[in-house]
């Protein structure tokens, strides 16, 4: 009975690996400029591939570590958001961001390896730091008129919701899906990241 719950997991993360390869292939609609209201920044964070993975990390993370890492997240996501408003870009910001779905999922590899998790300061600045990318990534694209105001409740919504919901799902499954999850998104995020560089080449 083992080994067949072991092989039913091990299908559906396969499966789970398979669809994100074809994802990745996929352009990212959540990047460009955005329209604004609520409903396109409530989609905003989810029709992105990256800001989406990420989202489902920082859930993993705080359901693994520590429930705290939520707060760092969103305290990121303002930072970010703000420098990301204000017109502050960072060279390779489209890399970066899909190298910290790794940073998230790596952290959780680590702290599972090492059996202890590491100290707060250092889970929650990782965290706050790969969130603050993708937020700046948000800042840059989102609308600068009165349709600002829902657009970013909109996409805060989407973001607790994703975040929230992944956070409480593996809170009630056992910790293996938490770390094959995490080897899932550290192969996603690091294929992502070469992705620019596969279609220079094309």
């Not at 067949?4 to 997991?9: D, I, V």
């Not at 091990?10 to 959540?30: D, E, K, Y």
């Not at 970010?80 to 960072?90: D, Q, Y």
């Not at 790794?102 to 600045?125: C, K, M, N, T, Y």
Request: glycine share 14%.
């Amino acid at each position: 009975m083992t080994n067949l719950s072991g092989l039913r997991s091990w299908t559906l993360l396969g499966s789970a690996a398979a669809l994100g390869f074809v994802l990745i292939g996929q352009p990212a609609q959540a990047h460009g400029l955005a329209h604004g209201g609520l409903a396109p920044g409530f989609l905003h964070p989810i029709t992105g591939v990256d800001h989406l993975l990420l989202l489902i990390g920082v859930g993993a993370a705080a359901s693994s570590l520590s429930a705290r890492l939520l707060l760092w997240a969103f305290a990121g996501a303002l930072l970010g958001g703000l420098a990301g408003a204000m017109g502050f870009a960072l060279p390779l910001a489209e890399v970066l961001a899909a190298l910290a779905i790794s940073a998230v999922a790596l952290l959780i590899l680590r702290s599972a390896r090492e059996g202890r998790r590491p100290g707060l300061g250092f889970a929650g600045a990782v965290v706050a730091g790969a969130v603050a990318l993708h937020a700046l990534l948000h800042g840059l694209e989102a609308p600068a008129d009165p349709t600002a105001v829902g657009w970013w409740l909109g996409a805060l919504a989407a973001s607790v919701l994703v975040c929230g919901g992944s956070f409480l799902a593996l809170r009630r499954l056992p910790p293996v899906w938490t770390l094959r999850l995490a080897l899932l998104l550290a192969v996603l995020g690091g294929g992502l990241a070469l992705a620019p560089a596969g279609l220079a080449l094309r």
